[in-house]
């Protein structure tokens, strides 16, 4: 099994652009989630979907941030436009009743 | 104000030692709990689960311990091996393993030769 498989690994972009981070779960997996980790936050819940299905949301920090899961191979994390303190590294995790399991996360730095 | 709270953020312990990491939570609600093993550059790894109807569960070398009076946890390494030098996170949820995971800020561990 390839795990979850996160793209691209690393992302630098200037401030103000839009941001896309990939996410393909582990084929079988029904929940899917997306954390950021920050040296002040620490890991923290942003969403997370249920056979494609947003169930909660409430991590999301604004509206600039948005997520889609189209089918159960395949989410996008988006960020339009982007800021300096959006730099953190990004994991996407997935599960099927148990416990989660992690991609290894793309590292976005805004400048 | 942080529910899952790890108090260490370091700890040394010698090869083939024990290594105990702790954890303290302060939501009653939570009933599963986890530990993840972090390297650099690299996404947490699921170690050990354990549901709060239990107060023990074991898997080789890994231990967890649940005390749900004292809402306190803790994961034992037995022996300890230099390759367990990593970042080990605490993580709770409400309703079992799905939903939102806590995870405390994680104690990074050095297992000396």
């Known amino acids: 099994d390839a795990g979850v498989i996160q793209s691209p690994r690393h992302e630098v972009t200037e401030m103000g652009q839009e941001v896309t981070l990939r996410c393909k779960p582990i084929?079988?997996?029904?929940?899917l989630f997306w954390y950021r980790q920050t040296m002040m936050r620490g890991l923290e819940l942003l969403i997370y979907?249920?056979?494609?299905?947003?169930?909660?949301d409430s991590g999301m920090p604004e509206d600039r941030f948005s997520a889609k899961m189209p089918n159960a191979s395949f989410s996008t994390l988006k960020i339009q436009p982007s800021e300096p303190r959006d730099s953190a590294v990004y994991f996407c995790?997935?599960?099927?009743?148990?416990?989660?399991?992690f991609g290894p996360g793309t590292r976005l730095t805004v400048t | 104000d942080q529910q899952v709270k790890q108090n260490s953020p370091s700890l040394s312990v010698q090869e083939g030692r024990i290594s105990i990491l702790n954890c303290d939570y302060t939501?009653?609600?939570?009933?599963?709990f986890l530990w993840y093993k972090k390297y650099p550059a690299e996404g947490p790894t699921f170690l050990i689960s354990?549901?709060?109807?239990?107060d023990k569960n074991e898997d080789g070398r890994f231990t967890v311990f649940l005390n749900k009076s004292a809402k306190h946890l803790s994961l034992h390494i037995v022996p300890s091996q230099p390759g367990d030098s990593a970042v080990y996170f605490c993580?709770?949820?409400?309703?079992?393993?799905?939903?939102?995971?806590?995870f405390g800020k994680g104690t990074k561990l050095s297992v000396k030769p």
């Open positions: 993580a709770a949820s409400v309703g079992g393993s799905q939903g939102n995971l806590i």
């Open positions: 995790a997935s599960s099927s009743r148990g416990a989660q399991y």
């Open positions: 939501n009653s609600m939570f009933d599963y």
């Open positions: 084929s079988g997996h029904d929940y």
């Open positions: 354990i549901s709060s109807i239990k």
């Open positions: 979907f249920n056979n494609n299905v947003p169930i909660d």
